[in-house]
């Protein structure tokens, strides 16, 4: 391959990366289809045009104005084939107002997130997660804490990411950058979380939903990959009157409310920290380390095989492109 071939292959695979991003899923209505559309004075007939919004299912021309109009959702809540009746009507404007209450919610959890980050981040060993106040298992424990910290951090930029348009995906990356900058460990999450929720208010309900849906998915192998395992370690060293608080706590925890069982957990947790010998510190903190490394070496080679096997389709999927426009020439 040529000089100029392989520019011309390197500018396809940029092109080919950022309409991959930009892509909508399949749709139900196609380009021309007669649909009825909700806008903020009611239902009205529309046709569906050549969506130029990545970030909304479809663009619409309202029949009686010829105004365009996006639906956010492929949702009947949205876009229908026939007017709804009364009784539809009061289901939908309820699950809407749900939708809402979740969006809400989801842009509270992240604040509160941050705000937890923070604390963890300048405050004591206990503070930053430990289950005891120094020492090798504090570090441990401070590290595992910082780990899924780190995933969650990397499992919402990927899911998100499926989502955002090139131009977004940009403004995160300054956004990074300019947080690699910044000394303070707090300011510099400041900035990407900040950058983040921006990003967050311009999607589209599905698209939020659709970011959630696969950043759990992604942090529920890491926890079980590396929180069980060091769950299990610590309960390992546990004497058997250590583990009687340990499961009364539990149990205490999963009959309380909700919005009481995290603070539970942790009582428990610090119960039994304070019950811990030195040496049972010391064995608890090299297994969690051991554990961790382990983790680590499989994480980052994952990563390496992922970006070789992406590197190797786009290669391919450019170089067909490259034969077949010269079979055309």
């Known amino acids: 391959m040529n000089p100029q071939q392989q520019q011309q292959m390197m500018m396809m695979q940029q092109a080919m990366a950022q309409g991959g991003q930009m892509m909508n899923a399949e749709r139900r209505f196609k380009e021309g289809a007669e649909v009825y559309c909700r806008l903020a004075t009611g239902w009205e007939a529309a046709s569906v045009c050549k969506n130029d919004n990545p970030r909304a299912a479809y663009q619409l021309k309202v029949s009686s104005t010829g ?91 990927r899911a998100a990411r499926s989502v955002m348009t090139a131009k977004q995906i940009k403004n995160v990356e300054k956004a990074k950058a300019k947080a690699q900058q910044e000394k303070d460990e707090g300011r510099a999450m400041n900035i990407i979380q900040k950058a983040m929720m921006e990003i967050m208010r311009t999607l589209s309900p599905e698209q939020q939903q659709q970011v959630a849906q696969t950043a759990q998915q992604e942090m529920m192998q890491v926890q079980e990959k590396i929180l069980k395992p060091q769950e299990e370690t610590w309960l390992s060293h546990l004497t058997d009157e250590q583990r009687t608080v340990w499961e009364n706590t539990q149990k205490v925890a999963s009959q309380a409310e909700p919005h009481m069982r995290q603070q539970l957990t942790r009582k428990g947790q610090l119960k039994v920290g304070k019950m811990l010998s030195q040496e049972q510190q010391e064995k608890m903190a090299a297994d969690m380390k051991a554990n961790r490394e382990k983790f680590m070496s499989e994480f980052v080679a994952g990563e390496q095989e992922k970006q070789a096997a992406q590197d190797a389709e786009e290669e391919d999927a450019a170089a067909q492109m490259l034969e077949q426009m010269a079979m055309g020439c």
Request: charge should be negative; glycine fraction near 4%; charged fraction near 25%.
């Open 67 to 157: 105004e365009l109009v996006y639906a956010p959702m492929d949702d009947d809540l949205f876009v229908r084939t026939s007017m709804p009746s009364e009784q539809e009507q009061e289901e939908m404007q309820g699950k809407i107002e749900q939708m809402k209450q979740q969006q809400a919610m989801m842009q509270e959890r992240m604040k509160q997130q941050q705000a937890m980050m923070q604390q963890q981040m300048t405050g004591t060993a206990l503070d930053k997660g430990a289950t005891v106040p120094d020492g090798p298992l504090a570090e441990e424990q401070i590290l595992l804490v910082r780990m899924i910290h780190e995933h969650q951090r990397l499992a919402q930029d």
